[in-house]
């Protein structure tokens, strides 16, 4: 019969309406609305259907629209929390990463302060000797000579107190 099958239909409209656009609950319910109404109404003026029939089938029509609405909402929700998560996480990880650039920047500070002279710039007695203990276990593992060389000059102080220890 043509009435069961447009009820059938409506109803099947209903429920892909409802499921297929869950992010427009604003415009799905209405659209959902708007189609149970105007098939009633269609089989109301064919004479099928009297009054009582009438509320019958709307009420059958809102059944699916109610249930749809109830889980759109609900989606709607759920994928509003994940969202404000996601920023969450974002901001969380952004935050990170700026702890970490700073510590590494902190780290290489420290280390060139701990393998620098302060005033010359120039690597202090400990960095000189690590670097002579990884040059000689260089020279010990491919068997090469190595060759070290000391300057040392008199008088320094001379230079120190004419142009000051900065200049020297």
């Known amino acids: 019969d043509i009435h069961s099958w447009s009820i059938t239909v409506t109803l099947l409209?209903?429920?892909s309406v409802l499921a297929l656009v869950p992010n427009r609950l604003v415009t799905a319910v209405p659209v959902a609305l708007y189609m149970a109404v105007l098939t009633a109404l269609v089989l109301?003026?064919?004479?099928?259907l009297d009054v009582t029939k009438f509320i019958g089938l709307l009420v059958v029509f809102s059944?699916?629209?109610?249930?749809?609405?109830?889980?759109a909402l609900r989606t709607s929700v759920l994928q509003r929390k994940q969202f404000a998560l996601l920023q969450q996480a974002r901001q969380l990880n952004d935050?990170?990463?700026?702890?970490?650039?700073e510590r590494t920047r902190l780290q290489e500070q420290l280390e060139f302060q701990a393998t620098t002279d302060a005033l010359t710039g120039l690597?202090?007695?400990h960095q000189y000797e690590h670097l002579f203990a990884r040059e000689l276990s260089?020279?010990?593992?491919g068997q090469q000579p190595m060759l070290l060389g000391i300057i040392d000059l008199d008088h320094f102080k001379r230079v120190n107190d004419t142009w000051g220890h900065s200049a020297g």
């Open 63 to 71: 059944l699916p629209i109610a249930i749809g609405w109830a889980g």
């Open 95 to 101: 935050e990170l990463s700026r702890e970490i650039d």
């Open 123 to 125: 690597n202090n007695r």
């Open 44 to 48: 109301v003026l064919l004479g099928s």
């Open 138 to 141: 260089r020279s010990l593992r």
């Open 13 to 15: 409209m209903i429920l």
